[in-house]
């Protein structure tokens, strides 16, 4: 029988996991709740640590310009190497921040390959803003899964999937993912 889940960190308050200065919690921990899971296989913490070292240098350089792009793109390099091709999953209508975004990974000498979002001529029935029914092209994001699958990229950056999409997509791809942007209608607007 699976155990009852208990969301300890909403009421401990201490964050002793991060700093440690209370010595080892005795109970109401997830740290406790969860012993098991919380040793690593030498490989699986070996994984955490290459993370570690690839963000530790991104601070370290302190490059100028947008810091979340820089963080992206350089962090890709030094975990994937610059020989690496990154795959990209982007909306339509983000297209051009999806430019922005590959633009930058191949500064670093990195490939990249896109697949956009609206394959396979599927339609959304829905109610257009005079309060008309009508139909739209819809997403794929199973589709775009399937094809970076087959492209064999170690990575795809997600650039401003809708959200629903963005999950259907992570579940479909077999490579590691990374949900740089998820949609925002506000700031992308529409296609
Ligand atoms: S893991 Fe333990 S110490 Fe950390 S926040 Fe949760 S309950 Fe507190």
Redesign the pocket.
């Known amino acids: 029988m699976q155990k009852e889940h208990v969301n300890?960190?909403l009421t401990?308050r201490?964050?002793?996991?991060?700093h440690r200065k209370l010595g080892a919690?005795t109970s109401?921990?997830?740290?406790i709740d969860y012993a098991k899971e919380v040793r690593l296989e030498p490989s699986e913490a070996e994984l955490i640590n290459k993370a570690n070292s690839a963000t530790r240098k991104v601070f370290e350089r302190r490059t100028k310009g947008d810091f979340t792009l820089n963080w992206l793109k350089t962090f890709l390099r030094d975990f994937f190497g610059d020989q690496a091709t990154i795959g990209v999953a982007s909306c339509l209508g983000s297209i051009e921040t999806a430019r922005t975004v590959i633009e930058a990974i191949e500064s670093e000498g990195m490939k990249t390959t896109l697949v956009t979002c609206k394959l396979g001529g599927l339609t959304v029935k829905n109610i257009d803003k005079p309060g008309v029914p009508c139909e739209h092209p819809g997403c794929n994001p199973v589709a775009q899964a399937k094809i970076l699958n087959g492209l064999n990229v170690p990575v795809v950056v997600l650039v401003g999937l809708c959200i629903g999409h963005d999950m259907i997509f992570i579940k479909h791809c077999k490579s590691y993912v990374i949900p740089f942007i998820t949609k925002m209608p506000l700031t992308f607007g529409t296609l």
């Open positions: 300890h960190c401990c201490t964050k002793n996991c991060y919690k109401n921990c997830l740290e």
